[in-house]
């Protein structure tokens, strides 16, 4: 008898975040589902480890840590060496469910996908997924993350039952349609979308008068692409999207244009 796959699972919205849960009451028929989560929002912290100062389990209940003040990053890097063997890695890391979309380059800011590219980088196939929303979250109130377990349990059942379909230090992005369950038409292979990127930071004042900045969020705004469907015109056509990404992002065909203007 096959042994239980073994489940890595963290987000960046936070240890009690629904959708961290969600994820969880997906993955829990699949294996033994491990979980080290940030103890509060850490949106938008990108790949970053805490070097300068310490960091502690906190453990929730069997099997279920927050990592106080850690990041997405932290939790995979630290899970890794505490909570498992060396010789018995976990089969899959998840992060998610995202509160929120990761599409284009917004992936380099984002706690969700970076958890994924840590584990990749361990030799661990990584997925990160995301609930896309749009009205200041009435999607999410009205549908929930039944789209989004589904489709989870369908990638998950589909590496377990063959082979990670990515080579090394490559992981799957996905983003899920603010749709019905009933609604979605199915998968899409997608690449990184392009998005219009502005500045939205509102200035105001503490009761002392001091000047202080709240950075805002950013509408999902996108231009126009020619060739292989983006992640964002899949989500917005009702598919869910699933992006190849890979960590090395050296403009390879930029070299040689490179190598010719610096020899000029």
Known sequence: MSKRKQILVTNDDGYESEGLLALIEALRPLGNVTVVAPTTEKSACGHSLTLTKPLRFIEVEENFYKLDDGTPTDCIFLSLTKLFPENRKPDI?????????????????????????????????????????????????????????????????????????????KFLNVNIPPIPASECKGFKSTRLGNKHYGFHAEVHYNPRGLEYYWIGLPRLEWMDTVGHTTDFEAVKEGYVSITPVQLDMTAHNEISILEDWINA
């Open 93 to 169: 890391v998840i992060s998610g469910i995202n509160v929120g979309a990761n599409m284009g380059e917004d992936i380099t800011y984002s706690g969700t996908a970076s958890a994924a590219m840590e584990a990749v980088l361990q030799g661990i196939p990584g997925i990160a997924v995301s609930q896309v929303y749009m009205n200041s979250g009435a999607s999410i109130e009205e549908f929930g993350y039944e789209l989004a377990q589904q489709s989870i349990i369908k990638l998950v059942q589909k590496i377990f039952e063959g082979d990670y379909p990515l080579p090394e230090r």
